[in-house]
C-alpha cells in the first residue's frame, strides 16, 4: 500500500522511507501487542532511519517544505498527544508519544491535512480495538477489570499513519 501510494503520487523518492516506516512499524506493532510497550532500542533507529531516508529524499527533490513540515508535525503532534493523552487522561503512554516521532515525518512529507487524517484514523481505530478488547473480555467472563485493562495503541497509530500517507 504504501509503495503503490508513493508511485502513484510520483513521489518515488519518498518510497524507501515509507518502506522503511512500514517495517518498522510491523516489528514495533508485534512487539507493542505481545509487551504493551514500545522500546526506544527499535524505536530510536527506526526514527533516525526514517530522517535520513526522508533527507536524502528532499536531497533528490529539493522539497525541503515537505522535510520541514514532516519535522514540524512530528513536534506537534508529540506535544498533542503527551498533553492530551499522558497529563490530561492518563490512557496513553510515553511510547506512543514517541511512536509518533516515527509516523509523522512520513504524513507530514505529504500534507496538513494527511497528518490530521492519520492522527484522527488513530484515534478512531484505537476506539475500535478498545471495543472489540472489552466485548471480547467481558464475554471470557472479566467484567470488572475488563474496562480498565490496557490495549496496545501503537497499532492504531501506524495504521492510521499509513492510511493517510496511502491517501494522502
Given at each position: 500500500?504504501?509503495?503503490w501510494?508513493?508511485?502513484?503520487?510520483?513521489?518515488?523518492?519518498?518510497?524507501?522511507?515509507?518502506?522503511?516506516?512500514?517495517?518498522?512499524?510491523?516489528?514495533?506493532a508485534?512487539?507493542?501487542?505481545d509487551?504493551?510497550?514500545?522500546?526506544?532500542?527499535?524505536?530510536?533507529?527506526?526514527?533516525?532511519g526514517?530522517?535520513?531516508?526522508?533527507?536524502?529524499a528532499?536531497?533528490?527533490?529539493?522539497?525541503?517544505?515537505?522535510?520541514?513540515?514532516?519535522?514540524?508535525?512530528?513536534?506537534?503532534?508529540?506535544?498533542i498527544?503527551?498533553?492530551?493523552?499522558?497529563?490530561?487522561?492518563?490512557s496513553s503512554?510515553?511510547?506512543?508519544?514517541?511512536?509518533?516521532?516515527?509516523?509523522?515525518?512520513l504524513?507530514?512529507?505529504?500534507?496538513?491535512?494527511?497528518?490530521?487524517?492519520g492522527?484522527?484514523?488513530?484515534w478512531?481505530?484505537?476506539?475500535?480495538?478498545?471495543?472489540?478488547?472489552?466485548?471480547?473480555?467481558?464475554?471470557?467472563?472479566?467484567?470488572?477489570?475488563?474496562?480498565?485493562?490496557?490495549?496496545?495503541?501503537?497499532?492504531?497509530?501506524?495504521?492510521?499513519?499509513?492510511v493517510?500517507?496511502?491517501h494522502?
Open positions: 500500500m504504501t509503495a501510494a508513493a508511485l502513484s503520487r510520483d513521489d518515488s523518492a519518498v518510497l524507501p522511507a515509507a518502506l522503511w516506516v512500514t517495517a518498522a512499524g510491523l516489528i514495533l508485534v512487539i507493542d501487542l509487551t504493551l510497550r514500545l522500546p526506544d532500542r527499535v524505536l530510536g533507529p527506526a526514527v533516525l526514517e530522517l535520513a531516508l526522508l533527507t536524502g528532499t536531497t533528490m527533490t529539493g522539497q525541503w517544505g515537505a522535510l520541514g513540515r514532516g519535522v514540524l508535525a512530528a513536534a506537534a503532534l508529540m506535544s498527544h503527551y498533553v492530551f493523552g499522558i497529563l490530561i487522561t492518563a503512554g510515553l511510547g506512543d508519544v514517541k511512536l509518533l516521532a516515527l509516523t509523522a515525518p504524513t507530514g512529507w505529504v500534507s496538513w491535512p494527511a497528518v490530521w487524517n492522527y484522527m484514523a488513530a478512531v481505530l484505537g476506539g475500535l480495538a478498545a471495543a472489540v478488547a472489552l466485548v471480547r473480555r467481558s464475554r471470557a467472563g472479566e467484567p470488572g477489570s475488563a474496562r480498565h485493562a490496557p490495549i496496545a495503541f501503537g497499532p492504531s497509530i501506524l495504521a492510521g499513519a499509513l493517510a500517507f496511502a494522502g
